[in-house]
């Protein structure tokens, strides 16, 4: 209880858990990356923090016109994405010291999570409808209570669903070597520094 009071509410939880930050990095390719950033405090700030740092400085919208309304999309609808890394965050395995990596490509986002599956799942049980499992239950019913999940083990229905919805296509789910837990969002828009779209 203690291990997740500091991780949820602390300002600095990696003084006692070491790897609990996200970190995030700007790739030309597999081997050049361009710029990165590290997200820090406290797990029930994360996920606004995260989404702020990625669209703000990674991704380009697209604008375009409904009538007088101008509207802004993006690679990735932020509804996804932000239940992307709410999911990886309430499932990771603290234990490992491995920060949530945010890759981001010109052709695709990968978050990368030291998860764990619950016992005898696989990648088919996930994305099938299932109850809700979470490696850490006193964070997942924290995120809960305060409204940024639903628990009823649906992340990653609502996370294709809202995906189709706009358009893009659906992210791929990979579970490897029983801990390493990877979601591919492949996007067609660009992505990079996000230059003053005021311009």
Not at 22 to 50: R, W
Request: aromatic residues 12%; charged residues 25%.
């Amino acid at each position: 209880m203690i291990r997740a009071a500091l991780l949820l509410f602390h300002q600095d939880p990696e003084k006692w858990i070491p790897g609990a930050y996200i970190k995030t990095g700007c790739f030309e390719n597999a081997a050049d990356l361009l710029y990165q950033h590290e997200i820090h405090g406290a797990l029930i700030s994360m996920p606004d923090k995260v989404v702020e740092t990625v669209y703000l400085n990674y991704f380009k919208g697209i604008i375009s016109y409904e009538g007088i309304q101008r509207v802004e999309s993006y690679p990735v609808p932020h509804a996804a994405f932000r239940e992307a890394i709410t999911n990886a965050i309430v499932h990771r395995d603290y234990s490992t010291g491995i920060p949530i990596q945010i890759k981001v490509f010109p052709d695709k986002i990968i978050i990368y999570n030291d998860g764990r599956l619950p016992e005898n799942w696989t990648v088919e049980d996930l994305i099938k409808t299932h109850r809700s499992g979470p490696h850490n239950p006193m964070i997942a019913s924290t995120f809960s209570r305060a409204g940024m999940i639903e628990s009823w083990g649906r992340g990653i229905e609502k996370i294709t669903e809202v995906c189709k919805k706009a358009g893009r296509p659906e992210p791929a789910i990979e579970f490897k070597h029983g801990r390493e837990f990877f979601v591919t969002f492949y996007t067609e828009a660009s992505v990079g520094v996000n230059d003053d779209l005021s311009n």
